[in-house]
């Protein structure tokens, strides 16, 4: 028994050096970053490269270079140019794709978002290929260049040195999601006050499960950059700012939707510190924010909700998680129908129940779809929300909209716990922004109204699945 688990053991071992080997073979041990711009209409769709620069050590997994989740719109790959060999694939979603989904780009209007794809440096020249789902959710090639590291075009300069701290740390990037936390609207007189924010923050985030049981998965490193004013730009309040990472409300003029459009900006001050995830903090009390898978996630870090919302974007950003709540407002036209599987795993248009993705966390006597009190729940839902738009319109502090927040979610606990299958893996209609025909996993979860801080199991699930990528 013994000798048979040293075997064991020792064939695990070669398995991890050869493959680091074969990593060795086929990689510098650097990051390449390249910065392109994707300009298009809801019709049109371009790729231009910017620039192709060289950041610090690979943070991320040398064994686990082909990325088997399927998630993401988009899929970043790397190929051997002499052999056609697939090195390296990484699903993603950007700005961009949300964007194309709104009015504005449905009506003709042209936008180029700046973006970015980081990879392992290859040692030859390769090819970089980046495909997008068709209707059908299968991946088609939208753009590919092919780079020779070796070429004078690749940027060398050294990555801004940058004011790196370290939150915890547990051991090689190689083996741990590393995740660096930036600030911006923070000035030089703010700075002990961005410290206890990010602590209090990530602090609340590592708390929840599946984070808090693989504590010692992560290395949590922050980036002081500092800002001339305190804040960020708000528009719909007249509120401009020039601050360091470019981060404001509004965007695609929704009310709480806070992103960043100058990539190079938070890339540039993030690539300080080793990163596989992002994580942008901004000196606001209103409550805020956003998270787009393996690009960034956002909080206002004063708002009182910070602790689930921070959860709940980065639950986006980390795993790849949709949205399952359905009656809030949203900018996009292009909504999901019921008619093909997303990708998203948290979501699921039950075409056929046999193959349900999350059908081994449901118990048997559980029906699908499964009963629960949806109409109370619209009505009560709607009518928050009435109360709500009445509310800006007169300008209400937001201590009183906190308040309300919270008076909400207490209504939401009370009623969503009357459920027969509150506690229960399902199959729950209404989803990902639409009433019928999408259903998620759980009467509530973090991705649904936020009402506790804790995710549904099929999400904790997809977000352990993600930890594992990144920790082998
Ligand atoms: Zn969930």
Redesign the pocket.
Known sequence: MKLRSMTAIALALVAVMSASAGFDNDFSGATLRVDYYHTGTASAEHLALDRVRVEGPWPGSRTQLIDTTNLGRYLVEVVDLDSNRLLYTRGFCSIYGEWETTGEAQEGTWRAIPEAVRVPEPRRPFQLRIRKRDRQQSFREIWSISIDPASRFVDRAPVPSGDVWAVMEHGDPSVKVDLVVLGDGYTAKEMDKFRADVERIVGALLAIEPFASHKQDFNVRAVNTLAEHSGISRPRAGVFRNTPLGTRYNAFDLERYVLTFDDRAWRDAASAAPYDFALILVNEREYGGGGIHNLYAITAAGSPSAPCLVAHEFGHHFAG?AD?YYTGSVAYQDLPGGKVEPWEP?VTALLDPTKLKWRDLVLPDTPLPTPWNKAAFEKRSWESQGRRKASQAEEVPEQAADAARRERRERLIELLGKNEYADKVGVFEGAMYVAKGLY???VD????EMTEAR??P??RRAIERIIDLYTR
């Open positions: 998680l399952e948290n998620r996993p759980g979860c973090l991705m649904f995710f549904c099929v999400c």
